[in-house]
């Protein structure tokens, strides 16, 4: 449960990094920001190589899926982090800081507790026309 919690926190920090790219070369040459939260499909590596999938929504939701597990719940902004909270998780949310993103969208998140994994955006499939 806790690594698809972090799937979810990681997945959605990258989501808005796309759509919030630096518009002025000159701005990119400043302390680049961490990757923001928003909505889309990501790929989250953990460290010891497990892989999983999480996709935020514009509503704040996300879901995310290792193997056969899938956990849902809601996502906010606090502090310069992202935090995820998981339904039915207890524990209360666990909070993500994230480096700035890659020309590629791809970023690294960082736990309160320490746990690193690796985002990338999923590209979304294009429509097929028989």
Known sequence: M???I???SIAALAACAEAEAPAVEEAA???A???PVGAGAYEVTYADGTVGTMVSTEEGTFTT???DQTATGTIVEEDGKVCFD???DEEG???WTNSPAG???SFTSVSDDGDTVSVAPVAEEADAEG
């Open 86 to 88: 998981a339904d039915g």
């Open 65 to 67: 899926t290792i193997g």
């Open 6 to 8: 972090a799937l979810a």
């Open 93 to 95: 949310a666990t909070c």
């Open 33 to 35: 920001a961490p990757a």
């Open 29 to 31: 040459e400043e302390v």
């Open 2 to 4: 806790k690594k698809l």
């Open 103 to 105: 020309e590629d969208g």
